[in-house]
């Protein structure tokens, strides 16, 4: 999914989760990905996916977690000793954001740590230039949840940029989810026989593509249901530009 515009460039089947790496692997080899930023979620966190990047002239911002054991511990622990024995190197590279609605409060705050030899782990990925780690807590009312992820990335640019793609990168999940199951109703959606669950869901995302791309500042719903009773404005979505009568 491309971050600027939240279009679906590349879409496949797998039968299972873990299968979603080579698949992976396979679409950055074949696409064109020069200066472009690929971030992925941990199950992307590959030795053999970060070469892919590289070769293709891209960066890449991968989460760390325990399938990536070692480096976890090597990250975690480095961040420990870090707001230890040089806490002002941290808080030179810290960058917070907060935000909220509805009654809830979100924090964030990215650190950022150029990788030294004290790692061993890092080695692995090629090119890595950085570690992120990421706190986030949210106030509901009485109710205060935090959490801590790590990122690994190639990327040589300060705080506040490498913050930017992870969170573009979450912000695309949770839209792109949520307008399909809220606006399209896909979770509710009883078609599984043959290709026809397959089918839709390409068909869906295409939609949501095209009505993405028409100018028009309105909600995803909102284009959708003007394009139901304006003709005009429906083949604009459809074919891309205006349409004007003979």
């Known amino acids: 999914m491309v971050g600027e515009n939240g279009l679906i460039i590349y879409q496949k089947e797998t039968s299972t989760k873990t299968n979603e790496i080579p698949v992976m692997q396979s679409m950055l080899a074949s696409m064109n990905i020069k200066n472009a930023v690929i971030t992925a979620d ?7 996916t970060s070469p892919l990047v590289r070769e293709g002239k891209g960066d890449y911002v991968l989460q760390v977690k325990n399938n990536q054991g070692q480096l976890l511990k090597e990250i975690e622990a480095y961040f420990h000793i870090a707001e230890r024995d040089f806490p ?35 080695e692995k990925f090629k090119d890595s230039f950085a ?3 990421v706190k986030r807590t949210r106030q509901l009312k009485t109710k205060t949840t935090q ?44 078609i599984y026989a043959d ?24 909600s995803v719903a909102g284009k959708m249901q003007r394009a139901c009773w304006d003709a005009k404005f429906r083949s604009e979505i459809l074919f891309g530009q205006k349409v004007t009568k003979a």
């Open 88 to 122: 002002k190197v941290l808080k030179d590279n810290l960058f917070q954001e907060l935000d909220g609605e509805h009654g809830r409060i979100n924090e964030r705050e990215y650190r950022l740590l150029p990788i030294t030899g004290w790692f061993n782990e890092t």
């Open 147 to 190: 959490e801590t992820s790590y990122y690994i990335t190639s990327l040589k640019e300060d705080v506040n940029k490498v913050a930017g793609y992870i969170r573009g990168h979450w912000a695309i999940e949770n839209s792109q989810h949520w307008v399909l199951d809220v606006t399209f109703r896909e979770d509710e959606c009883q």
């Open 42 to 48: 941990a199950m992307h966190c590959q030795t053999r």
């Open 195 to 218: 290709d026809g669950a397959i089918n839709l869901s390409t068909i869906r995302r295409n939609l949501l593509n095209l009505m993405r791309a028409h100018p028009l500042k309105d």
């Open 131 to 133: 570690v992120v780690q």
